[in-house]
C-alpha cells in the first residue's frame, strides 16, 4: 500500500499543532539551517524547472515518494524544498548522516527525572519518597508521521541502510514500526497527509551507503543536471542582483573550468561556486570584469583547489596562468 498524500488539510492539522512543531528541537535546529542558507532564497523557476515541479506535485499527490538526484551543488535541494512548498504544511529538512540512528527517527529515553520528597513533619516519623520517571524524547520521523508533515530529506544515501529500512514501511505499509522501544502499540499509522522528499548524489563515493533495492524500487529517481549556459546565466543575475553581463562572465568561466575538469573526469565547480563568487563580488563592491583583478582573485581562491586536483598540478603559477587565460576568453 503507497502512502495516501493529499494536499488537503484534515482537521488535526491546526496551527496550534503547527506551533507545536515548530518548538520542537528538530524542527528548530533545521529550520535554522533552513533559514540562513535555503529558505531565504529565492527559488528561480526556469521553464524546465516550472514543469518538473508541476509534474512531480502530481506525483506526490497520487502517492508516490519523490528522489531528486545529481551532482553536487546543482540544485537538488532547492529543487526539493520548493516541491516541498508546494504543499501548505510544514517541512522538516532531514540530512541523511552516518550517525543517524532509528532512535534519532523514532525516539528514545534519554534519562531519567528523579523526585525525592522528604517528610518529617512529626519529628519522630522519618518518611522518604523517591520516584524516578524515565525521559522520553520524540523521534524526527516519528512526530512528522504522526502530525502529518512533509520531509525533506537530504543526501539521504549518506545514512546507514539499516536506518532507511524505517522509511521502507512507511511508504510501503503506511505504518511506522516501532523497533525496540517500550510502546504500547508496536507500529504508529502514517498520517495520511504525510511526504517525503529525497535527495542524493550518485557520484559520490566517500561516505556514502548503497540503498537497498526494495527502497529506490519504491522512488521517482529524477535526475537533476547543470542548466545549459544561458540559463544559469539567467538564473544568477536574477539570484543575485547582478546584471546579465556580469553573470555570463561568471557563468562562461565557471563552465569552461567545469569542462577542464570533466575532461579529466573529476567533478568540477558547481551553480554554487557561480553564486558564491556573484555573492562576494556584489557584497563588496568588486567590479565583475575580466581586467579587475580583485575580481581575478576571488576566482583564483574559489577554482584553484579543482584545478589542482584535476591537472595534477603541483604549484599555484599554472594554476593561476590557467585561471587568468580563462578568464579572458570570457567576454
Ligand atoms: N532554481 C534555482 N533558483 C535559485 N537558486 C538556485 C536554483 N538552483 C540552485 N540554486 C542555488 O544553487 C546553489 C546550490 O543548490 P543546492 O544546495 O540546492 O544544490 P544541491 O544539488 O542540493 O547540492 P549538494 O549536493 O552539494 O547539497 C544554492 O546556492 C542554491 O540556492
Not at 540530512?95 to 523514532?106: M, Q
Not at 525496540?180 to 522528499?197: E, L, Y
Request: aromatic share 8%.
Amino acid at each position: 500500500m503507497a502512502v495516501n498524500n493529499t494536499t488537503t488539510k484534515t482537521k488535526e492539522q491546526t496551527d496550534e499543532e503547527k506551533n507545536e512543531f515548530q518548538k520542537s528541537s528538530a524542527f528548530t535546529e533545521n529550520q535554522k539551517e533552513n533559514d540562513s542558507s535555503k529558505q531565504e532564497e529565492h527559488f528561480i523557476k526556469t521553464k524546465e524547472k516550472a514543469e518538473l515541479l508541476s509534474r512531480t506535485k502530481k506525483y506526490i499527490e497520487a502517492g508516490f515518494p519523490v528522489h531528486f538526484t545529481g551532482p553536487s551543488g546543482v540544485g537538488k535541494t532547492s529543487m526539493a524544498l520548493e516541491l516541498a512548498r508546494q504543499f501548505d504544511q510544514p517541512v522538516m529538512l532531514l540530512h541523511g548522516n552516518h550517525e543517524l540512528s532509528n532512535t534519532d527517527l523514532l525516539g528514545g529515553f534519554t534519562g531519567y527525572t528523579s523526585k525525592k520528597m522528604i517528610d518529617n513533619y512529626v519529628r519522630t516519623v522519618y518518611k522518604k519518597e523517591e520516584n524516578l520517571t524515565e525521559q522520553w524524547s520524540p523521534g524526527r520521523l516519528m512526530e512528522a508521521v504522526k502530525k502529518g508533515y512533509t520531509v525533506v530529506y537530504d543526501e539521504f544515501t549518506r545514512s546507514k541502510p539499516e536506518t532507511n529500512n524505517l522509511f521502507l514501511s512507511v511508504l510501503e505499509e503506511g505504518v511506522l514500526p516501532l523497533y525496540g522501544m517500550k510502546q504500547k502499540n508496536s507500529f504508529i499509522r502514517v498520517h495520511p497527509n504525510f511526504m517525503v522528499i529525497f535527495t542524493s548524489n550518485p557520484k559520490e563515493f566517500a561516505g556514502v551507503y548503497h540503498t537497498q533495492d526494495a527502497l529506490m524500487d519504491r522512488l521517482i529517481t529524477i535526475p537533476i543536471e547543470n542548466e545549459d549556459e544561458k540559463t544559469e546565466t539567467r538564473v544568477l543575475a536574477k539570484k543575485t542582483n547582478i546584471t546579465s553581463r556580469e553573470a555570463g562572465i561568471i557563468i562562461t568561466f565557471i563552465s569552461r573550468i567545469r569542462k577542464t575538469c570533466e575532461e579529466k573526469k573529476e567533478q568540477g565547480p558547481s551553480f554554487r561556486t557561480a553564486v558564491m563568487i556573484a555573492e562576494i563580488c556584489r557584497k563588496n563592491n568588486i567590479s565583475i570584469n575580466n581586467e579587475n583583478k580583485t575580481f581575478a582573485d576571488v576566482c583564483s581562491d574559489m577554482i584553484s583547489a579543482y584545478i589542482m586536483k584535476c591537472k595534477g598540478y603541483e604549484n599555484q603559477n599554472k594554476t593561476e596562468r590557467l585561471i587568468k587565460q580563462e578568464l579572458k576568453k570570457t567576454e
